[in-house]
């Protein structure tokens, strides 16, 4: 860890104004944004260094950029990593955290109830390059356990996931790859490190979605990949630099300003989903809410164990199945349908129909992502507006 990061003697609201900031010649208060894709050098001799790693100094932007490390740098002092590398989406970071450390004869295990492009990667793409994969419920560790074979190089797991808010014992998880030499990775999507620390847990590669709670505001794409072993940051670095998964600079700009509310926002949509959790547990015509840290979520003791707070996501089961979920969404006048999350405008879907479409049905049903199954996302308004719509809209059911 650098001396700035193991050194720093701020609060975490404090590293999240601060963090990583470097300034020009200018003295900029915010944060600048270098829009530029390549860099000049003093000398050929000083280039040939830099190129040789015995010169610090950055040389191209698909592997290094001012803008983009002062991202980089935030975000890692959030999650308490050594090394964390930006990407152009969460995609790409889900994509360049496996790619990057496995090869063909390998083995990995992925919890099931993840976002359908991770169990696209897992359960689709790999074996198509020889990387075998069982898929578990990700809830039972045994069934974790009992999936290892001696090539199993990597666990991959989601927690709470999208969109049934299951949630995974990180920690037990975790002793199981410790005690086998397996290489965790988790998706803190919907945790995001305010509410969930995976490393704390045992983590040994953390992935974001940044388009998500990161921006907050449903303006850009991006994502991040942290660790903290030497050895697998550099072929993250590798496969980035060479394959080139980058963040644009002006979007990693955009993620570095959503930091320094990432707190606030976090953590008073937290406290509006309770209110709505609340609102939608046992009303009439829901016949399921699942929120993690109500008391009525079959995991409620692991996610007091695990997270600070239950996030901004829920979702909800509509009784009648997707004729009566479509009307109930359709009746809805301030919370937007929409596939995005994170953002601090609420917003609903219909997995099944949306995210979740591509998995067969026989998938879905193990899922839980039934034909009436509705992801809400909920943002930052007056939370008394956002419980009144969810209540007219009920009431035309
Ligand atoms: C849990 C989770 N992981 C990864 C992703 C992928 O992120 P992106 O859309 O930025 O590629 C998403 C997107 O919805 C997600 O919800």
Redo the contacts with the bound molecule.
């Keep these: 860890m650098s001396e700035k990061r193991r050194n720093a003697k701020y609060g975490a609201q404090t590293n999240l104004i601060h963090g990583g900031t470097q300034r020009s010649q200018f003295g900029e208060t915010s944060e600048a944004i270098f829009m530029n894709s390549g860099y000049t050098y003093e000398s050929a001799a000083t280039a040939e260094l830099r190129f040789k790693g015995e010169a610090e100094g950055f040389i191209y932007t698909r592997f290094g950029n001012p803008t983009t490390k002062m991202f980089e740098d935030r975000l890692a002092l959030l999650d308490g990593a050594e090394y964390c590398y930006a990407t152009a ?6 994509n360049t955290s496996l790619f990057s450390i496995l090869k063909a004869g390998d083995h990995i295990v992925a919890g099931r109830a ?2 359908g ?2 169990v696209y990667i897992a359960d689709d793409l790999l074996p198509r390059f020889g990387v075998s994969s069982t898929i578990v419920d990700g809830r039972d560790i045994d069934a974790w356990q009992q999936a290892i074979r001696p090539n199993t190089k990597v666990f991959l797991l ?1 927690t709470p ?2 969109p049934g808010i299951e949630l995974v014992d990180i920690a037990a998880v975790s002793k199981l790859c410790k005690a086998n030499g397996i290489i965790l990775i988790v ?1 803190n ?2 945790a995001t490190p305010i509410l969930q620390e995976p490393f704390k847990l045992g983590a040994d590669i953390v ?1 974001y ?4 709670l990161i921006d907050g505001q449903g303006r850009a ?3 991040a990949v942290l660790c903290n072993d030497e050895e697998i940051a550099a072929q993250v670095l590798t496969y980035i630099r060479q394959t080139g998964p980058s963040c644009s600079p002006f979007n990693a700009w955009i993620m570095l300003k959503g930091l320094e509310t990432l707190d606030l926002r976090v953590r008073q949509q937290t406290l509006n989903a309770e209110k709505v959790a609340d609102f939608l547990y046992g009303r009439k015509h829901v016949s399921k809410m699942l929120y993690p840290t109500h008391k009525s979520h079959p995991q409620y003791e692991l996610a007091k164990q695990q997270m600070t707070g239950g996030g901004n996501m829920l979702a909800i089961e509509i009784a009648g199945g997707k004729d009566q979920a479509f009307k109930f969404c359709n009746a809805l006048e301030l919370v937007l349908y929409s ?3 994170g953002d601090t405008k609420s917003l609903i879907c219909h997995p099944a129909t949306t ?1 979740h479409q591509r998995l067969d049905e026989e998938f879905r049903q193990k899922l839980g992502i039934t034909s009436g199954l509705l992801r809400l996302n909920v943002g930052l308004e007056n939370v008394e507006d956002v419980i009144a719509d969810l209540e007219q809209a009920l009431a035309q059911l």
Excluded at 89 to 94: D, R
Excluded at 209 to 212: M, R
């Design positions: 989406t969460g995609m790409a970071a889900a993840m976002f492009s991770n989601e996931t999208n998706d999507v919907f992935f979605s940044a388009t998500k794409m991006a994502g596939n995005n999350l995210t």
